[in-house]
């Protein structure tokens, strides 16, 4: 049995069932998709702050972020955080594509790779890939030991194909 991706708000994507039914667009005005676009911009914009950009009170401002979040739109807020500075300056992009027999592992080998200290994100795909691992490493030894030995040596595992990150720029679009 094949799973597929839902989301928790604290730890990310984790496969759990056959078909995820299709979520229903929450409505949002245009005052929603601009505070929207200033918190994606930077999250830890105070309330009165993100009022006053978006031309309405803060009590108003306030009760839309809530709502916000309450309809799931607002997932959660996150730190944005420079991997160069904490010791890993090497990013890549690897893509993982198991074996047809290891279909019913996908839980589990989610689990297992998302709980690495190298992978930032992990993302499920549909097409010729599986998964799609945002990870970080010192240097290319140590990317090439996650590769090899948390990657490669599982049987489940049927290819990999790293790409390295020469540098990352964050969209200005909210997704709106």
Same mark, same amino acid.
């Given at each position: 049995?094949?799973?597929?991706?839902?989301?928790?708000?604290?730890?990310? #994507?984790?496969?759990?069932?056959? !078909?995820?039914? @299709?979520?229903? =667009?929450?409505?949002?005005?245009?005052? $929603?998709?601009?505070?929207?676009? !200033?918190?994606?911009?930077?999250?830890?914009?105070?309330?009165? %702050?993100?009022?006053?950009?978006?031309?309405?009170? =803060?009590?108003?401002?306030?009760?839309?972020?809530?709502?916000?979040?309450?309809?799931?739109?607002?997932?959660?807020? *996150?730190?944005?955080?420079? =991997? %160069?500075?904490?010791?890993?300056?090497?990013?890549?992009? !690897?893509?993982?594509?198991?074996?047809?027999?290891?279909?019913?592992?996908?839980?589990?080998?989610? $689990?297992?790779?998302?709980?690495?200290?190298?992978?930032?994100?992990?993302?499920?795909?549909?097409?010729?890939?599986?998964?799609?691992? $945002?990870?970080?490493?010192?240097?290319?030894?140590?990317?090439?030991?996650?590769?090899?030995?948390?990657?490669? @040596?599982? #049987?489940? !595992?049927?290819?990999?194909?790293?790409?390295?990150?020469?540098? *990352?720029?964050?969209?200005?679009?909210?997704?709106?």
């Amino acid at each position: 049995m094949s799973e597929f991706p839902s989301t928790t708000a604290a730890a990310g #994507p984790i496969p759990t069932k056959d !078909v995820r039914p @299709a979520r229903e =667009p929450v409505t949002t005005d245009e005052v $929603d998709r601009r505070i929207l676009t !200033v918190l994606a911009r930077d999250a830890r914009t105070p309330n009165n %702050a993100v009022a006053a950009e978006v031309g309405v009170a =803060p009590s108003t401002c306030l009760a839309r972020m809530r709502a916000l979040r309450d309809s799931g739109v607002i997932r959660g807020y *996150h730190a944005d955080l420079d =991997p %160069a500075a904490l010791g890993r300056p090497l990013q890549a992009l !690897v893509s993982v594509r198991l074996s047809s027999g290891a279909r019913g592992r996908l839980r589990s080998f989610t $689990d297992r790779i998302r709980a690495r200290p190298e992978v930032r994100s992990v993302y499920f795909l549909a097409g010729g890939d599986d998964f799609l691992l $945002d990870v970080t490493a010192v240097d290319v030894a140590d990317l090439r030991d996650f590769v090899v030995e948390e990657l490669s @040596a599982y #049987p489940e !595992v049927a290819s990999t194909e790293t790409n390295l990150v020469f540098e *990352h720029v964050r969209g200005t679009a909210a997704g709106l």
